[in-house]
């Protein structure tokens, strides 16, 4: 795990990085490639893919392979965590039914997430 360094933290880049740590460590848990013969890289326009449970979280992971960077343009990372909130939320098969009001580090992480998208789209 990179450690940000408290100028980087401040930043809403830092921001976003540290954001983004946790559904790259959650996702990546939660895909298997044992029986993936493509061994866990995505094809785009694959059937097998486009039809595999983790064929989302893989896509993401995927796009998303390299760390991201104090260098990464922020669009791309609020992209990346906008994806990542939309996967946690809605297509993982391990957060679909927690109950509305729920403390596990997941919806917590989806409860900042959330606040921070909300606020960047009215900048915009
Ligand atoms: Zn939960």
Not at 36 to 46: D, I, K, P, S, V
Not at 55 to 80: F, I, K, M, Q, S
Request: aromatic share 10%; charged share 25%; net charge positive.
């Amino acid at each position: 795990m990179t450690t940000l360094t408290g100028t980087q933290a401040r930043t809403l880049t830092g921001y976003v990085l540290r954001l983004l740590e946790y559904p790259r460590w959650f996702i990546g848990r939660e895909v298997d490639f044992t029986d993936c013969r493509f061994a866990g890289r995505y094809q785009l326009g694959e059937t097998q893919c486009a039809h595999c449970r983790f064929g989302p979280a893989c896509r993401w992971l995927n796009l998303h392979r390299d760390e991201p960077t104090a260098a990464t343009p922020l669009p791309e990372l609020v992209d990346a965590l906008q994806t990542a909130a939309t996967y946690l939320r809605t297509e993982s098969p391990s957060t679909s039914c927690h109950p509305r009001r729920c403390d596990c580090d997941t919806c917590l992480w989806l409860h900042e997430a959330g606040a921070f998208l909300r606020a960047q789209r009215h900048k915009t």
